[in-house]
C-alpha cells in the first residue's frame, strides 16, 4: 500500500499569519494522462471531514483563496496565506492512484 | 445541496453484526461511486469501502475484507454496509463519502464493539 507521510503532526500558528504541511507519498501518484490524484481534507472539531483541495491544487467551491495548494510526484504542500481562526483543525492528504485501499496521511493538527 | 445522513451505528458485542445504512439526497445518486470511510476515537481516517455506480464492482480495505460487505439500493439513493464479526479494533464513527475522491461527507455514525 502506499504510505502518506504528513509533516508536521502539530503546527501551532498565529492568527494572521501563513501556515505550511507537507505530505509526501510511497510513490509516485502521477497516472496515465498526466493526472494527480492527490486531494486534501480539513476537520475541524467535532465535525466530519470536507474536501478543501482536489488534484493537488483545485479549490472546491466555497473555500477560501488563502488555502492553496502545490507540488508533483511525491512531494506536496497545503497552504494557508494568513490563518483565521475557524482554520483550526486537523488536515489530511489522500492519495487516489494506487488504490485499493486510498490511504490518507496521518493528519496535521492546526492549533492557534 | 448535497446531503448525506448515516444511520445505524450502536452498541454490539464482539462476534456480532450490524448493518450501516446511508441516505443520500441532492444529487443524482445513481451516477456515482460510493464509500465508506472511519474513524477510531481519536485517531485518523481510514479508507473502508467503495462501491462503483450500478454496484458492479466494489472494494474494501484488508482489515475489513471477508466481513463487511458493501451495498446500494440506487431506486431508494441509499449505501449500506452489512458488517459481521465485529472486533473491538472495528469501533469507530462511520461515514459515508461521495465519489471516486471523497466530494462530500455525512456526519458519520458511532459504532462501538466491546462487551
Known amino acids: 500500500d502506499v504510505v502518506m507521510t504528513q509533516s508536521p503532526l502539530s503546527l501551532p500558528v498565529t492568527l494572521g499569519q501563513p501556515a505550511s504541511m507537507s505530505c509526501r507519498s510511497s510513490q509516485s501518484l502521477v497516472y496515465s494522462g498526466g493526472y494527480t490524484d492527490l486531494h486534501w481534507y480539513q476537520q475541524r472539531p467535532g465535525q466530519s471531514p470536507r474536501r478543501l483541495i482536489y488534484?493537488?491544487?483545485n479549490r472546491d467551491s466555497g473555500v477560501p483563496d488563502r488555502f492553496s495548494g502545490s507540488g508533483s510526484g511525491t512531494d506536496f504542500t497545503l497552504k494557508i496565506s494568513r490563518v483565521e481562526a475557524e482554520d483550526v483543525g486537523v488536515y489530511y492528504c489522500m492519495q487516489g492512484v494506487h488504490w485499493p485501499p486510498y490511504t490518507f496521511g496521518q493528519g496535521t493538527n492546526l492549533e492557534i | 445541496e448535497v446531503q448525506l445522513l448515516e444511520s445505524g451505528g450502536g452498541l454490539v458485542q464482539p462476534g456480532g453484526s450490524l448493518r450501516l445504512s446511508c441516505a443520500a439526497s441532492?444529487?443524482?445518486?445513481?451516477?456515482?461511486?460510493m464509500n465508506w470511510v472511519r474513524q477510531a476515537p481519536g485517531k485518523g481516517l481510514e479508507w473502508v469501502s467503495l462501491i462503483d455506480l450500478g454496484g458492479s464492482n466494489t472494494y474494501y480495505a484488508d482489515s475489513v475484507q471477508g466481513r463487511f460487505t458493501i451495498s446500494r439500493d440506487d431506486s431508494e439513493n441509499t449505501l449500506y454496509l452489512q458488517m459481521n464479526s465485529l472486533r473491538a479494533e472495528d469501533t469507530a464513527v462511520y461515514y459515508c463519502a461521495k465519489g471516486r475522491w471523497l466530494d462530500d461527507w455525512g456526519p458519520g455514525t458511532l459504532v462501538t464493539v466491546s462487551s
Open positions: 488534484r493537488v491544487s
Open positions: 441532492g444529487f443524482t445518486f445513481s451516477t456515482y461511486d
